[in-house]
């Protein structure tokens, strides 16, 4: 089986945001809950000062924390064969421990029906504008007017009420060889994903030819994305 | 969660770059990737395909990049946009703003359906009353108000304003207001940039903005601008980053540490209105060096340097090349601006200053100079524009291989003149003085160096009230909203009150929408409707069609085309034929036939306009196409490769030459102060510049004007775009808020300005604390946001926020007329760079900061 890894360059890295929006797109996630997302950093004084942005996401770590403690029968936090940590919605009890225990942040539980903003139903100027969920109605839309089905095809497509949700590397679009949405929409070409395990895939070479760091080493989570190069060229 | 926190305790930042900058090895043990994996069957993909539908091209003006896309469409629905790659300018790269467009075309507060005001008040806080109503009554109502000033023989006091735009708004912009008797259409493009045109007319006589030859530079001065995040080519350069900043070394100029300055090699936060000075010691640096490229610009006849600092230099001395006026342009200006004396204007330090001229003389013509409206658009910035634009001459630069260069044109057709469809009244009307003032003695607005020739779009709302030179009676505006974008934004409350009767073809309800009497929906420009657009970038030129890829998702029309067709039709019910005999004259290039309906005549018209790129018959350069479906289907025209040098000896200057001295801003100047009888001083007097006599005519100094004295008003207000604002017009999308600290600075669902801390200290403001900025003439209120990327003495805000309409996430409460944030425009006072006619939006005011 592959060996999942994404790697970020951030030197290529323009901290846009492309990644956290493409993502939100992509799988539907309701305002405020981020599988892609970022960190950022200013540091210095004036004029000595810099600003860094370091992409983030779920690290699909080979020690995964989220999954140790999941205390579901099969696990509803998973390890799959091909190195990614999944999730099931069915079997989430949604008692959060996964979340507490990531070390990354970036597992989010919805505490109320998601996209509340799409399913009212008011209008700001009766009979003159719109109401959220009549949009979505009018659009064929499901929730969200511009809703992608492709979630649907390996996870719920809108996660529901009193479970987590978190990053599935793309699985449904990796799984048909297409490459995550989040790599896809990157305007500066900074994103990769690839087997670790192929030496001839485009991860493997940008970790032969550059230094990576990964995110909280010492926690021994053993991350599977790492990151290339500095994002401040000064 | 902090960078600190999620990089972990143990990993502090020193480290963490230490990492960054080892060695391979670290990586090779730790993601074990040296082996060549056996081989294996790949497992089965399952059944279920992905991104189901069809990608139709389009293209997309969330800002001024224009690029050329693809929208994915599945039963109808609009599921995903990106890149049409078959653009030569952008390739496959997209942007960050064009996935909220989703977000606009779906969003819920667009306006549905026509709609009449029931309240014949007008204010900011009155309810309009708006009532549904059918497009044939409001188009009826529309037509019996213009058949009213036709009667009253002033169809002058009509205006059509305009904000964004398409390449097809030749219909309504320019034939339907001539045809009507009105010289009035107003654009916003003053409010966009027209100061940073000047520099490079008044050099290389060039009105608009510059293209830049990135993949051969060696060195890029970011000027003002901030170009991975927002104006123009922001898709390019998102891609180009990385490898220009491995080729070349990247310097920005900025009072704020912006999105490109934290991705630059260096970052000089210039003193806000100080650009000139810094511009100028950089020319004396590159000239006392000898460092001037010798090929563009000439030398010494015996080839020895005579440029001294505070000597002056004997004309007959120096032999120029492709350059006018260096000698003279030394003498009167550049000898005395020492990087010493720049140091004390600007806060940047004299080594700083030799270091960054020297290395840009040093490169020399792969190098450039790149200016944004940030050291122009201020109230004497048109010669700042210059200076900067100048280096670029100094270095042979201009129009050369790795420098500053420009687009191609773009092969267009024309609808009809409108000529033999203006009656009496109408040739008589369009010749009447424009509303904005332009070309009045205190408003030159020297577009393409004549005087009056560009708009002065925020004095309309002065104008208006003042009904100078006359009054407006009825009024039509798209895609803009003026009450928000303009400063001193209410001024336009005033002004659009005060208009009897005004239509607004928007996609939103907006703050202008407000006092509109008739609001009409319009198409969303990516998804509903036809059109197109041109940009250069990545030294090519494309052009792309807008497409109605999906259909309007409700009873929305185009403003550009299918208004006016509808709108002709109620005229002519009235007696007024014109402008359906103008509507009747476009025609189907392929058919012949005249347009049925408002949706043939977008189709036709969209066909006249492109059919030199389409229709081989009329080839004339850059990709071709076998006729209108292939371009259709194909959605996008490039160009074919720049030619470099071309220009050298044939500027479009009034020596043919690049001007150091200007002759050709002397002629404008000149011309301009004869029709007022008067001084060429006394006009620059008038215009708020301090310069008298020659230099008039060359790049110089002048002191920052600044509106507000130092100790009442402290910090000097740092204003600037949003990297996700959609030119204004995504304030009612989720999304701008969710991504909002991708802004440096900036924090998510908030509205912050950003204040040094040593100058919070002073102030006693804490992070967090609710503050109102207040200037001379208005206030906002925000949070404060304690940041070291904004120099003391400066407050920086991101533009974007403070709408008081718009919708139900850009107000914070639409019905009570609550802002969500505060608009920059409510503190920065109405002024202008005078001589071109653009709106100050930078260095113009101070602030103070109060508890809100």
């Known amino acids: 089986m592959p060996n999942y890894a994404m790697v970020i360059d951030l030197h290529r890295c323009t901290g846009c945001g492309a990644c956290v929006i493409g993502c939100k797109i992509e799988n539907n996630t309701p305002e405020g809950i981020f599988w892609a997302h970022f960190v950022h950093e200013t540091v210095g004084h004036f004029p000595d000062v810099r600003y860094t942005y370091v992409p983030t996401l779920c690290n699909h770590c080979v020690n995964a924390p989220c999954v140790e403690v999941c205390p579901v029968n099969p696990k509803a936090m998973y390890k799959a064969d091909n190195g990614l940590t999944l999730h099931s919605t069915e079997r989430c009890i949604g008692c959060r421990l996964c979340e507490k225990a990531c070390p990354y942040g970036v597992i989010s539980y919805n505490e109320e029906e998601p996209h509340r903003f799409w399913r009212d139903d008011t209008a700001l100027i009766s009979g003159g504008t719109a109401t959220p969920k009549e949009v979505a109605e009018r659009v064929g839309g499901t929730v969200l007017p511009y809703y992608n089905r492709d979630r649907e095809a390996t996870y719920k497509g809108i996660r529901p009420k009193n479970v987590v949700e978190k990053c599935t590397m793309c699985d449904h679009r990796i799984a048909r060889g297409v490459d995550t949405y989040c790599n896809t929409v990157c305007p500066s070409k900074a994103r990769f994903f690839g087997d670790l395990d192929d030496s001839d895939s485009e991860v493997s070479k940008l970790l032969r030819s550059h230094s990576s760091f990964r995110l909280k080493e010492e926690t021994g989570t053993e991350p599977r994305v790492y990151y290339i190069r500095k994002y401040n060229p000064s | 969660m902090s960078l600190q926190e999620i990089l972990g305790s143990k990993i502090k930042r020193r480290t963490f770059l230490k990492i960054a900058g080892a060695t391979g090895a670290l990586a090779m043990v730790s993601a074990g990737c040296g082996q060549k994996r056996a081989e294996e069957e790949p497992p089965p993909a399952p059944q279920y395909s992905l991104e189901e539908g069809t990608w139709l091209p389009t293209g997309c003006e969330g800002c001024t990049s224009w690029c050329a896309k693809e929208v994915l469409v599945k039963d109808g629905r609009a599921v995903k946009i990106r890149p049409n790659a078959l653009s030569k300018v952008h390739g496959d790269s997209g942007c960050p703003r064009e996935h909220l467009g989703l977000q606009q075309v779906y969003d819920p507060d667009r306006i549905k359906v026509p709609m009449k005001r029931t309240n014949p008040k007008k204010g900011r806080y009155e309810d309009p009353g708006f009532v549904p109503i059918s497009w044939d009554e409001a188009m009826g109502i529309f037509a019996d108000k213009l058949i009213e000033l036709q ?393 792309w069609l807008n497409q109605p890829v999906i259909d309007p998702v409700w009873d929305c029309k185009d403003p550009e085309t299918e208004m006016v067709w509808l709108l002709a039709q109620k005229l002519a019910e009235r007696g007024f034929t014109n402008l359906k005999d103008f509507c009747d004259a476009v025609k189907d290039p392929e058919s012949g036939a005249s347009a049925a309906n408002e949706k043939e005549f977008a189709l036709f018209c969209t066909k006249v306009r492109t059919r030199p790129m389409w229709d081989p018959a009329e080839y004339k350069a850059g990709d071709k196409f076998s006729g209108w479906e292939d371009f259709k289907t194909k959605g996008v025209w490039n160009s074919g490769e720049y030619p470099f040098k071309k220009l050298w000896g044939n500027f479009g200057t009034a020596t043919k030459q690049f001007e150091f001295y200007s002759e050709t801003l002397k002629n404008a100047l000149t011309a301009h102060a004869e029709k007022h009888k008067t001084t060429v001083d006394d006009i620059l007097a008038t215009c708020k510049y301090q310069a008298r006599g020659e230099k008039a005519f060359i790049p110089h100094y002048e002191e920052p004007y600044i509106w507000g004295n130092e100790s009442e008003y402290p910090l000097v207000m740092v204003d600037h775009k949003s990297r996700f604002n959609r030119e204004g017009r995504s304030a009612n999308a989720p999304w701008y808020y969710d991504l909002k600290d991708a802004d440096p600075g900036d924090e998510k669902w908030d509205d912050v300005a950003r204040i040094n801390p040593r100058d919070a200290a002073l102030l006693g403001v804490r992070n967090g604390d609710r503050i109102r900025l207040v200037s001379p003439v208005g206030s906002l209120v925000c949070t404060a946001k304690l940041w070291e990327g904004t120099p003391p003495g400066t407050v920086g805000k991101t533009f974007g926020q403070g709408h008081w309409a718009y919708g139900r996430v850009a107000a914070k409460d639409f019905k009570k007329r609550e802002a969500r944030g505060g608009n920059n425009n409510d503190v920065l006072p109405a002024d202008y760079e005078r001589l071109s006619g653009s709106t100050a939006f930078y260095a113009v005011t101070r602030v103070r900061v109060e508890k809100a």
Not at chain 2, 197 to 216: A, H, I, S
């Open chain 2, 151 to 543: 009667k009253n023989a002033e169809p002058h006091k009509f205006m059509v304003m305009r904000g964004r735009y398409t390449q097809n708004n030749q219909v309504l912009y320019d034939r339907f207001p001539k045809i009507m008797g009105s010289p009035n259409n107003i654009s916003h493009s003053s409010i966009c940039a027209e100061a940073e045109k000047f520099g490079p007319y008044y050099t290389e006589g060039y009105w608009n903005y510059r293209d830049y030859d990135l993949d051969n530079t060696k060195m890029v001065v970011l000027w003002g601008v901030d170009p991975i995040s927002s104006n123009r080519q922001v898709s390019y350069y998102l891609k180009a980053w990385g490898d220009l900043l491995e080729r070349a070394y990247v310097v920005t100029i900025d009072p704020r540490l912006s999105a490109s300055a934290s991705k630059s090699h260096a970052w000089l936060p210039v003193k806000p209105g100080e650009d000139g000075a810094l511009a100028l010691a950089m020319a004396h640096v590159i000239l006392t060096e000898g460092l001037w490229s010798r090929e563009f610009a000439g030398d010494f006849k015996d080839g020895k340097n005579r440029f001294v600092a505070g000597k002056t230099v004997k004309e007959e001395d120096f032999e120029e090349t492709y350059t006018f006026g260096l000698v003279k342009w030394w003498n009167l200006e550049v000898k005395d601006r020492t990087p010493q004396w720049a140091a004390e204007k600007t806060g940047i330090s004299a080594e700083k200053i030799i270091n960054v001229a020297k290395r840009l003389g040093e490169l020399g013509t792969h190098a450039i100079v790149w200016q944004g409206g940030g050291p122009n658009m201020q109230v004497r910035g048109g010669y700042s524009s210059m200076a900067i634009q100048a280096l670029n001459g100094l270095v042979g630069s201009v129009d050369n291989v790795g420098g500053s260069i420009r687009g191609a044109s773009v092969p267009s057709g024309n609808v009809p003149a409108p000529d033999d469809f203006m009656n009496e009244l109408a040739k008589d009307g369009v010749r009447k003085q424009k509303i904005d003032q332009r070309g009045y003695k205190e408003f030159p607005a020297l577009n393409a160096g004549r005087s009056g020739g560009g708009v002065v779009t925020n004095r309309v709302a002065d104008a208006i009230l003042a009904e100078d030179p006359y009054d407006i009676k009825v009024a039509f505006g798209y895609w803009n909203n003026f009450n928000f974008s303009c400063p001193e934004a209410s001024r336009w409350d005033e002004a659009m009150a005060k208009i009897p009767f005004f239509v607004h073809a928007v996609t939103h309800a907006s703050e202008m929408s407000i006092f509109a009497d008739i609001v009409l929906p319009s198409t969303h420009h990516m998804f509903e409707q036809w059109g197109y657009m041109s940009q250069k970038g990545n030294t090519y030129t494309h052009a």
